[in-house]
């Protein structure tokens, strides 16, 4: 059995640590055919998002990928980012945070079609799942230009069974 990699629960904790601490966090990314964003966005094969309780609906960060529907330009669009391209998460006030070394080497890296990327829905059975402004029905704002947080605005953890 192989060791789970320690980067996915370091990412969640940073998010967590930011949103404790009223900051914005932010997740850097090396784009490549697997990583779902808007590429109209992607600057030197790399994008900055926002992943903010307010800028994202129905966020999910599990082992193998960081999965949520942001706005763009006013648009809903479908966010998928495998762990593996994660290049840091951090505070954008003040760029507290952790740096991650790219591995394009995973397994789930190699070989997958875009395609075959599942696509966003409620968290599978025994996952974690953020609750987000969506699913209560808060109106979400675009993900390039969510405000930071307020403390009464904290995410909350949901475990399914």
Same mark, same amino acid.
């Given at each position: 059995m192989s060791e789970t990699s320690t980067k996915p629960y370091f990412m969640r904790a940073i998010y967590e640590w930011c949103t404790d601490n009223g900051y914005t966090p932010y997740m850097a990314v090396k784009v490549t055919p697997v990583?779902?964003?808007p590429m109209e966005f992607v600057r030197n094969g790399e994008i900055v998002l926002?992943? =903010?309780?307010?800028?994202?609906?129905?966020?999910?960060?599990?082992?193998?990928?960081? *999965?949520f529907h942001a706005r763009f330009g006013g648009v809903s669009r479908e966010i998928y980012v495998?762990?593996?391209?994660?290049?840091?998460?951090?505070a954008s006030e003040n760029g507290q945070g952790m740096a991650f070394e790219?591995?394009?080497s995973e397994p789930d890296m190699a070989g997958i079609s875009p395609a075959a990327i599942p696509e966003i829905t409620k968290p599978a059975i025994g996952?974690?799942?953020? =609750?987000?402004r969506a699913e209560t029905g808060e109106k979400s704002t675009d993900a390039a230009? *969510?405000?930071p947080e307020k403390k009464s605005e904290k995410p909350s953890l949901k475990i399914i069974k």
């Open positions: 990583v779902r964003v926002n992943i =903010s309780f307010g800028a994202t609906s129905g966020l999910k960060m599990d082992n193998d990928a960081v *999965a495998p762990v593996g391209n994660v290049q840091a998460v951090y790219v591995d394009l996952l974690a799942a953020v =609750s987000t230009q *969510a405000k």
